[in-house]
T-cell receptor, first 113, second 112 residues
Framework: SAVISQKPSRDICQRGTSLTIQCQVD?????MFWYRQQPGQSLTLIAT?????????ESGFVIDKFPISRPNLTFSTLTVSNMSPEDSSIYLC??????????FGQGTRLTVV | GQQVMQIPQYQHVQEGEDFTTYCNSS?????IQWYKQRPGGHPVFLIQ?????EVKKQKRLTFQFGEAKKNSSLHITATQTTDVGTYFC????????????FGKGTSLLVTP
C-alpha cells in the first residue's frame, strides 16, 4: 500500500494568482496522476505526472495552466496558474503501480475568489 | 473517446435493504476497479476485476465483471449506515494505459 500526503488541504486564493499543491508518497511508485473533482461530481483526470519528463495532459488541460513536476518517484506538484473562480474545485493526487489499485491523497479544496 | 457510464446516480434505501449499482463502458476493458468515497473523503479502493465473468465477494459486497468485459456491477446485501458514500467504477484510460477513467458514481444514502 501507499500513504499519500497532500498539501495544502484547502486554500482560498485571489483570482489571477497561482497555487502549488504538493503530493508526497511514502514509497516509490511507478505512476502518479492528478485529478479534479467538483463537489458531488466524478473525478476528471488532468494529467499523468511522469518522472523526469513532461507530464501527459488530457484533453482540455494544458501545461501553461496546470504545470506539473515530478522530480523523483515519490513526489509531485501541481500548480494551478492564473486562477479564476472556475478553477474552484477539489484537486486529488493519485499514485500506484501499473494496473493495480490507486491510492489517493486527501485532496486540496481550492476556492478562488 | 472511452466513456464509463454508471447508474443510478442516487439511491436511497432503508437499512437492511439491498443495493446495486451498474457500470457500462463504451469499450472493452482490461480490468475494472471499484472505489468508495465517503462524504468529505477521498476515493478508497475496494476491488479490481480482471477476468471475463469474474465474481468477487467482500463480506456483504459482491462484484461482477461481465462476460464481454464492458460492464460490471456492485451489489450490497443488507445495507448498513456505514455503507453510505459514493461508489465509483473506473476503467483504464485507453490512451494513457494506467490512469483511470471514472464513472459518474452512485451516491448511496442509507436511512436507519
Amino acid at each position: 500500500s501507499a500513504v499519500i500526503s497532500q498539501k495544502p488541504s484547502r486554500d482560498i486564493c485571489q483570482r489571477g494568482t497561482s497555487l502549488t499543491i504538493q503530493c508526497q508518497v511514502d514509497s516509490q511508485v511507478t505512476m502518479m496522476f492528478w485529478y479534479r473533482q467538483q463537489p458531488g461530481q466524478s473525478l476528471t483526470l488532468i494529467a499523468t505526472a511522469n518522472q523526469g519528463s513532461e507530464a501527459t495532459y488530457e484533453s482540455g488541460f494544458v501545461i501553461d495552466k496546470f504545470p506539473i513536476s515530478r522530480p523523483n518517484l515519490t513526489f509531485s506538484t501541481l500548480t494551478v496558474s492564473n486562477m479564476s473562480p472556475e478553477d474552484s474545485s477539489i484537486y486529488l493526487c493519485s499514485a500506484g503501480q501499473i494496473n493495480t489499485e490507486a491510492f489517493f491523497g486527501q485532496g486540496t479544496r481550492l476556492t478562488v475568489v | 473517446g472511452q466513456q464509463v457510464m454508471q447508474i443510478p446516480q442516487y439511491q436511497h434505501v432503508q437499512e437492511g435493504e439491498d443495493f446495486t449499482t451498474y457500470c457500462n463502458s463504451s469499450t472493452t476493458l482490461s480490468n475494472i476497479q471499484w472505489y468508495k468515497q465517503r462524504p468529505g473523503g477521498h476515493p478508497v479502493f475496494l476491488i479490481q476485476l480482471v477476468k471475463s465473468g469474474e465474481v468477487k465477494k467482500q463480506k456483504r459486497l459482491t462484484f461482477q465483471f461481465g462476460e464481454a468485459k464492458k460492464n460490471s456491477s456492485l451489489h450490497i446485501t443488507a445495507t448498513q449506515t456505514t455503507d453510505v458514500g459514493t461508489y465509483f467504477c473506473a476503467g483504464p484510460v485507453s490512451n494513457s494505459g494506467y490512469a483511470l477513467n471514472f464513472g459518474k458514481g452512485t451516491s448511496l444514502l442509507v436511512t436507519p
